[in-house]
């Protein structure tokens, strides 16, 4: 599973939107990004996921570049219930027993949402 | 139940204490994992179900480590002879996913998390 970059914390205010990068330049073809994040002292929780179009759910935007290497996440109007860990990972669809869709975290970003 | 339910929610043991770890996934769902989140650092992959079978048992970090899931459904996360550097959050997750149908989504939804505190 390819490699993920994310800064290690980010700050943003309420209300405002909130734009967290990710970079995976070695990112396979056959690779999504997916987003999960984490509120403290509860366990992560899916955001969204894309391949190489924009997507976009009730949660979240997600831009992925024409080159794939790097995308963004977007809080459109971020509250203090959006402060949490944002995780970024890549890996391929789960598809048998040699890629059963186990989850590869990195350290992600620590978005605080200030008032 | 509407999502993922794990027990105990807090546990301390003393070092050496043997100590069980509950799963109750989403219903209906054929995958399950466990992970382990150390203090300040992201989950890490111990183990995985698909049904009954346990299909990757890679990330487990020793043989004090077992799981199961007997019935396809309620797993549990055994540590015998504990120590210190077993203490953590223990998660487990499950999604609808089937190797065996080779489809469904594989969106995996999370428990809160067992923290287990060795001393």
């Known amino acids: 599973d390819a490699k993920t970059t994310q800064p290690t914390s980010m700050d943003c205010a309420e209300g405002r939107a909130a734009n967290l990068p990710c970079n995976h330049s070695?990112?396979?073809?056959?690779?999504?990004v997916y987003w999960y994040r984490q509120i403290h002292s509860q366990g992560p929780q899916y955001i969204i996921h894309?391949?190489?179009n924009n997507e976009t759910n009730e949660m979240a935007s997600l831009i992925i570049t024409e080159d794939r290497k790097s995308s963004t996440l977007i809080l459109p109007h971020a509250t203090l219930r959006d402060t949490a860990v944002y995780y970024c990972?890549?890996?391929?669809?789960?598809?048998?027993?040699?890629?059963?869709?186990?989850?590869?975290f990195g350290q992600g970003t620590t978005l605080q949402v200030k008032p | 139940g509407a999502g993922v339910s794990q027990s105990p929610r807090y546990k301390v043991a003393k070092r050496g204490q043997d100590v069980a770890l509950r799963c109750d996934p989403i219903?209906?769902?054929?995958?399950l994992f466990w992970y382990q989140q150390a203090l300040g650092q992201g989950p890490e992959f111990l183990t995985y179900?698909?049904?009954?079978?346990?299909?990757?048992k890679s990330g487990l970090p020793s043989d004090r480590f077992f799981a199961e899931r007997p019935e396809g459904s309620v797993s549990t996360l055994k540590i015998q002879r504990t120590q210190q550097e077993d203490s953590a959050v223990y998660l487990c997750?499950?999604?609808?996913?089937?190797?065996?149908?080779?489809?469904?989504?594989?969106?995996?939804?999370f428990g809160p998390g067992t923290r287990l505190t060795v001393l």
């Open positions: 997750a499950s999604s609808f996913f089937s190797i065996s149908l080779a489809g469904g989504t594989d969106t995996q939804y």
């Open positions: 894309g391949l190489k």
């Open positions: 179900f698909q049904n009954e079978a346990q299909l990757d």
């Open positions: 070695t990112i396979s073809g056959n690779e999504y």
């Open positions: 219903s209906g769902h054929v995958s």
């Open positions: 990972i890549v890996r391929a669809r789960a598809h048998g027993s040699s890629n059963t869709g186990k989850l590869i």
